[in-house]
């Protein structure tokens, strides 16, 4: 089954404590990327991968790292934590061609 | 820069009832056009698209024309089902800072259809 699979799918940390949240697709799609979800503001995108070694910045990339180490994984990294990155997560592929995104479930991150 | 507008919700329906959700955008050239749908405690799917000018989208009932003219693709289904609930986002997408295809979403608009 064609799929993006994100890990975990909850998370609760405390305040600096690394942690990565794993994204993986299967469908061979050159494009990823991760977005957050908070009520009142909606999706915003926190940075993308046009390919491997290929990654550039969103629209709110502060406080975040990614790789692109090979083409069906894109991790997010959270160096160091902080409350107000609580939030909901997603990581998303597609085709380069013109087409939709394919998003992940999802991962509920809480840092306190 | 791009954005998309969406009515604003919520939307409560009865069953059997017809479903129009308002979608416009704001965009150069011809951008991408999306719905998705978010069902509760799940991720976004992809629920039709339409790519040019006056291409229609439909998938499980639901349908949305792409219309220049009046930069909108509102979403519509003739007859709801409460398995409809959910919240459903607008989008578009459009080559921004090189190659970033990124998506600009509407707000969302959560709909409740009651039997």
């Known amino acids: 089954e064609a799929q993006v699979t994100q890990n975990p799918r909850y998370l609760i940390t405390v305040t600096g404590k690394k942690l990565t949240v794993t994204c993986s697709q299967n469908m061979n799609h050159e494009y990823m990327s991760w977005y957050r979800q908070d009520p009142g503001l909606g999706l915003r995108q926190i940075y993308y991968?046009?390919?491997?070694?290929?990654?550039d910045k969103g629209d709110v990339p502060e406080g975040y790292k990614v790789s692109r180490k090979e083409k069906r994984n894109f991790p997010l990294i959270l160096e160091s934590p902080s409350p107000n990155q609580t939030s909901l997560y997603f990581c998303?592929?597609?085709?380069?061609?013109?087409?939709?995104?394919?998003f992940g479930s999802g991962t509920r991150l809480t840092v306190v | 820069g791009n954005s998309v507008t969406q009515m604003e919700g919520p939307v409560t329906l009865s069953e059997e009832a017809f479903l129009t959700i308002n979608c416009t955008y704001t965009?150069?050239?011809?951008?991408?056009l999306f719905w998705y749908v978010q069902y509760p405690g799940e991720g976004l799917q992809l629920l039709l698209k339409a790519t040019k000018a006056d291409d229609k989208g439909s998938n499980k009932g639901f349908e949305a024309t792409y219309r220049k003219e009046t930069t909108s693709f509102h979403l519509e289904k003739g007859s709801v089902q409460v398995s409809d609930s959910a919240v459903y986002f607008c989008?578009?997408?459009?080559?921004?800072?090189?190659?970033?295809?990124?998506?600009?979403f509407g707000k969302g608009t959560l709909l409740t259809v009651n039997p």
């Open positions: 989008a578009l997408s459009q080559a921004s800072g090189g190659s970033n295809y990124k998506l600009t």
């Open positions: 965009a150069t050239g011809y951008p991408s």
């Open positions: 991968s046009m390919n491997v070694e290929v990654t």
């Open positions: 998303a592929s597609r085709p380069q061609s013109v087409g939709g995104y394919t």
